[in-house]
């Protein structure tokens, strides 16, 4: 079956850095957009970054944009976010979701399967 498992979460001094992993299994890695969601407490989730499968175009939320930097190895059916110069703001719930279509389109009802999220949590 299919399933998306995050790691790579924790915590870190504002200006630090984290890598995060997705690890796909069950599915044809291949085909499907693989996005970056998150969520914090009391907020609604938000699309952070997205990779197509068709060309590895990306998309990247304006809140991120310079910061954040997504990228697949389909070889090992992972899906990395690289996540520079984090700021409070950062803290949240990442949750990593991918999507049969090749194209990205950040809405949740987009997206066909999800994992259960990792905690980036950005304090001194």
Known sequence: QAQLVESGGGLVQPGGSLRLSCAAS???FY???IAWF???PG???EGVSCISSSDYSTY???SVKGRFTISRD???NTVY???NSLKPEDTAVYYCAASVDDLCVMLI???DYWGQGTQVTVSS
């Open 26 to 28: 069950g599915f044809p």
């Open 31 to 33: 085909y499907y957009a």
């Open 38 to 40: 998150r969520q914090a």
């Open 43 to 45: 907020k609604e989730r």
């Open 60 to 62: 990247y939320a304006d």
């Open 74 to 76: 389909n070889a090992k």
């Open 81 to 83: 976010l690289q996540m």
């Open 109 to 111: 009802g987009g997206y």
